[in-house]
């Protein structure tokens, strides 16, 4: 199990936390003016790396506040969480 | 390739299996091929084959990172079953099936496919509307699928329970009689040594490094054993797709998770029949060695780690000892994980790409062993004739452009 650093709270079990995939994706602001690829792209596509990942998690069974980490995706190690 | 026979077991026994040949070649990697397939899983293994049997390709490598097998293939727990939901699913599902059926004949190896039947359990009403409508979209596309009652289901699976004091009581559930096990090992050796024997070069401990491209076309790729000039590039490597479609230049519509699977001592038979539970989250089996088989979900996040996290594997087990009082002193043997390339509609791609040449199936998750013969079968097609075939057409990477999504969650979510 991941000990993860809530920014808040400290340090928590996995078990307090859900994840909430690939950080930084923002919706388009005029998703009229987007392609169907565009549009796509922002929906369904994931940058999926092997290594470091910046993602979300949630403190669902603490805070509840939303924070970013940047785990590897190969060791689990977070290398730091932070503040949104 | 020397068949293996009856004859065959009795020769090499007196021999004192001295003589057996290997099951297929080692060869070094050749400057050029017609097709380079990456990744020796099941799927690429039975991409090979069909391209040199059904489509006369023969000039074909596959590249193997590993060795034949390693990834998900030899890590899954070999339910193989046609009853999913949509007809676009069902039928590619329902193909593979028809394949299993004469897949040890086909092969001239013994993959024991065995059709021991798959409950999928309802426990409650709205399990139970989805069992029906399921069961009914399955006969509407001739597929064998039935709807049981409790009194039935106590009967065949007697450990079960199924008392009305039971924390999650057994309403009724979808029986596929068809649906069964195969032994996953034999699948990917099985495809192996038939493709070897029609000329494919299998090659092993040869990672693809980058995928070389010319304008929009595909050229060939770079491997830790030298670079390999392609007309085409056929790439199935499951939890590793978004690492080659970047390699292309290519994003994906998938994440690869964590999956765990478990087996346990090896007990006197006691379950005759695959038993899966959405609502519980878990299902299980028992192998030929008497030892139970058990799976249940993905760990939430991202990982190539071929390992998830404890709780995971309590949750699994917990549902197991719901389901099965009795299993609860079982003592578990062996836990692994696999990396699964999850889809946001739980189904596969197998399709062309924007990049002339290169084709990609992937998106398999949990639940791509099934669908081994079909799935190398339909990409063998769309590799030859640069087209998909009716079959996998609906599973193009355009429909996440189209938004001709193929909603499977309800029949794969746990269900593997
Ligand atoms: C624990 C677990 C349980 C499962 N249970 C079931 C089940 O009960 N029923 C079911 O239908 N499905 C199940 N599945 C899913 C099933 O295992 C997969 O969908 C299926 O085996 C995928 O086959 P594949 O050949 O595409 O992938 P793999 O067998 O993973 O093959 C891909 C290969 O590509 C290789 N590779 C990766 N990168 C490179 C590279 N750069 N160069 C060269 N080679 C590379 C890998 O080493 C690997 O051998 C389960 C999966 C897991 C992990
Ligand atoms: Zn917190």
Known sequence: MLL????????????????????????????????????????FNRSNPKGAHHELWNHAGGCRRWFEAERDTVTYRIAVTREL | MKKYSALSLVRNALGHNRHWQPAWRKPAPKQEYDVVVVGGGGHGL???????KEHGIRNVAVLEKGWVGGGNTGRNTTIVRSNYLWTEASLLYEKSMQLWEGLSQELNY?????????????????DMRDIERRVSANRLNGIDAEVVGPAEISKAIPLLDT??????????????????????????????????????????????????????????????????VANKVAVV????????????GMRLPIE????????????????????????????????????????????????????GSFQTIEHTMEAIVALFPSFSRVRMLRQWGGIVDVCPDACPIISKTPVDGLYFNCGWGTGGFKATPGSGWAFAHTIARDQPHELNAPFSLQRFVSGALIDEHGAAAVAH
Not at chain 2, 165 to 184: D, E, I, W
Not at chain 2, 281 to 301: F, N, R
């Open chain 1, 4 to 43: 993860i650093k809530c920014p808040w709270c400290g340090e928590r079990a996995e078990t307090e936390f859900s994840y909430g995939g690939e950080a930084g994706i923002k919706r388009p602001l005029e998703p009229d003016k987007l392609t169907d690829e565009e549009w796509a792209d922002y929906l």
């Open chain 2, 46 to 52: 039975a991409t090979a084959y069909y391209l040199a």
């Open chain 2, 110 to 126: 013994n993959v024991m496919f065995s059709q021991r039947g798959v409950y999928n359990l309802g426990h409650n009403l709205q």
């Open chain 2, 163 to 228: 008392s009305a004091s039971a924390r999650y009581p057994v309403l009724g559930a979808s029986l596929q009689r068809r649906a069964g096990v195969a032994r996953h090992d034999a699948v990917a050796w099985g495809f192996a040594r038939a493709a070897d024997a029609l000329g494919v070069d299998i090659i092993e401990q040869c990672e693809v490094t980058g995928i070389r491209r010319n304008g929009g076309r595909v050229v060939g790729v770079e491997t830790t054993r030298g670079n390999v």
């Open chain 2, 237 to 248: 490597v499951a939890g590793h797709a978004s690492v080659l479609a970047e390699m292309a």
């Open chain 2, 256 to 307: 690869s998770h964590p999956l765990q699977a478990f087996v346990s001592e090896p007990l006197k038979p006691a379950l005759d029949t695959v038993v899966m539970s959405g609502a519980v989250h878990g299902y299980i089996s028992q192998s030929d060695k008497g030892e139970l088989v058990i799976g249940a979900g993905i760990d939430a996040y991202n990982g190539y780690g071929q390992r």
